[in-house]
């Protein structure tokens, strides 16, 4: 029987994790990247139990240590004195609960680790997909230079403004309200923010900031909301004011303001997410990561998220037919809905409580913070293993 081809929009973390699924799997794919060079842009990302054990799996084991982060716990406090509000320890008590470990990168250095698992052959620069189409048997990647690609199966990982994704949904990303600044700082600069290693964040009316430290501990890497004047743009390497940065945070505790006045450069980026949707794919077109499920970083999952979608898409294609892949698809589509939709769901609704003014439902919610049960409520997000969830039920009538 032959085997299956795959097409794949996007070089990301999302398409890198899945071209090294599918290679661990046996099949092979061809990335479209639009760049003319793979550069992974942006800051900080945290990597939950249920995507570092995946990444693991995938080979990655070795190289996390090398560049990773282990924060011993997420702080939550408030915006202005700095009073602890809820402590969720993560460090070896995480890695124990959970079987995996915490961690916090520099998106830059993920994406290289997941490069490197990636053959440089299947990975085709300066690429750009403007439209897909496909009927019973193929379907057709199409890009801006007239060339044609066709495949058995086209998978989008091209981001929330995905391509790919007109084919399956007719939706518009949807404007939080609000705008985030990244930076990285040395670590020298902010002593204060490593004296014990951990992701911090501080809640305050209408933004909040957070911090964790990445490359190995050489840098800290920083987010801070603010109210957005307009729709503003989602660009990766839109440059930031760190002067209007500084004076949207003056009057907050000193360790943010000394963070945010360590930064040298800042990027600034418009917060947009989308609805979930009823399905992933359409005929033999599927999209994972953003372009299947985008979201507000408030739960710090997208990455996480992508990194699922792969590892479960890949091993519903390793049991498909070439000319059946539509079952594989629904398998995928019926493992990842659910739970995606959730974790969007969630990302929205702490876009509300982590901003309140201060107030009766600020006391609240910093009263429920308080008597949280750390760990215990993380377990249904840092305990799922995507992949054995997918593989455990697997029935042959999808086959």
Not at 134 to 153: P, Y
């Amino acid at each position: 029987m032959p085997q299956l081809t795959v097409a794949v929009v996007g070089a990301g973390i999302a398409g890198l994790a899945f071209a090294a699924a599918l290679r661990r799997a046996g099949v092979a794919c061809d990335l479209y990247e639009r760049t003319g060079r793979l550069a992974e842009v942006g800051a900080g990302v945290q990597l939950a139990p249920n995507a570092t054990r995946l990444l693991r799996r995938l080979g990655l084991r070795d190289s996390l240590r090398d560049f990773a982060v282990t924060p011993r716990a997420i702080e939550m406090r408030r915006w202005d004195d700095g009073a602890l509000l809820h402590r969720t320890p993560l460090g070896d008590d995480c890695d124990r609960r959970f079987g995996a470990p915490y961690y916090t990168v520099h998106r830059a250095d993920l994406h290289s680790a997941l490069l490197s698992l990636v053959p440089p052959g299947q990975v085709h620069l300066g690429a750009r997909c403007v439209s897909v189409t496909q009927d019973a048997d193929r379907a057709r990647l199409h890009l801006s230079d007239g060339t044609t690609v066709t495949a058995d199966l086209v998978v989008g990982a091209d981001g929330i403004r995905s391509v790919v994704r007109e084919e399956i949904a007719d939706d518009e990303p949807r404007h939080s309200g609000q705008t985030i600044y990244r930076g990285l700082v040395p670590a020298d600069r902010v002593p204060r923010a490593l004296a014990e290693p951990g992701v911090r964040l501080w809640f305050g009316p209408d933004q909040h900031c957070v911090c964790y430290p990445v490359s190995a501990g050489r840098q800290v890497s920083f987010g801070a909301t603010v109210t957005a004047a307009g729709r503003g743009e989602e660009s990766w390497s839109a440059r930031g004011d760190t002067a209007e940065l500084a004076a949207a945070y003056k009057g907050w505790h000193d360790d943010v303001v000394a963070l945010i006045d360590a930064a040298d450069t800042v990027g600034r980026w418009a917060l947009y997410d989308r609805d979930p949707v009823a399905r992933l794919s359409a005929g033999r077109v599927a999209v994972i990561g953003d372009a299947a499920h985008p979201m507000l970083p408030f739960q710090a999952q997208g990455a996480n998220q992508a990194i699922e979608d792969a590892v479960v898409l890949a091993a519903c294609l390793a049991r498909a037919r070439p000319d059946r892949p539509g079952a594989a698809l629904r398998r995928y589509e019926q493992a990842r809905l659910p739970r995606t939709a959730r974790i969007q769901q969630q990302s929205r609704a702490n876009a509300r409580t982590f901003h309140l003014a201060d107030g009766e439902a600020q006391r609240e919610r910093d009263a429920t913070d308080r008597t949280a049960p750390g760990l215990d409520r993380h377990a249904w997000l840092f305990g799922y293993d995507a992949e054995q969830a997918v593989t455990t039920s697997w029935s042959p009538s999808w086959n």
